[in-house]
């Protein structure tokens, strides 16, 4: 599987981007995706995922603010961020992981649980 991660740049306070991350190597709608990202000094956090029929999880810090998508016909995961604040600030990283029997949001808020990962887009919000 690989993944590559655009859409991230440098944008005011209160301003939006559009993250994608396109996969390929596999059968794209047989994996949950992830948005994570990590900020300088600080681990890696979660900040959204989707499973294989569309269910979507946050982390309450982007909750009302953030919208993870996916278009299985186009291979791509979305990230839309809305109302982004300097804390935003971080660069984000896209992950896939194959869908248990059982979907587990919380399983798949932890980065360890994910065994495919992008590169990486930094996103820097000024104030």
């Known amino acids: 599987v690989q993944l590559q991660a655009s859409g991230g740049g440098l944008v005011q306070a209160g301003g939006s981007l559009r993250l994608s991350c396109a996969f390929s190597?596999?059968?794209?709608?047989?994996?949950?995706m992830g948005w994570f990202r990590q900020a300088p000094g600080k681990e890696r956090e979660f900040v959204a995922c989707?499973?294989?029929?569309?269910?979507?999880s946050y982390a309450d810090s982007v909750k009302g603010r953030f919208t993870i998508s996916r278009d299985n016909a186009k291979n791509t995961v979305y990230l839309q961020m809305s109302s982004l604040e300097p804390e935003d600030t971080a660069v984000y990283y896209c992950a896939a992981d194959g869908e248990a029997v059982t979907y587990r949001s919380s399983y798949y808020q932890q980065p360890k649980n994910y065994h495919y990962w992008g590169q990486g887009t930094q996103v820097t919000v000024s104030s």
């Open positions: 989707i499973s294989r029929s569309g269910i979507t």
């Open positions: 190597g596999r059968t794209f709608s047989n994996y949950v």
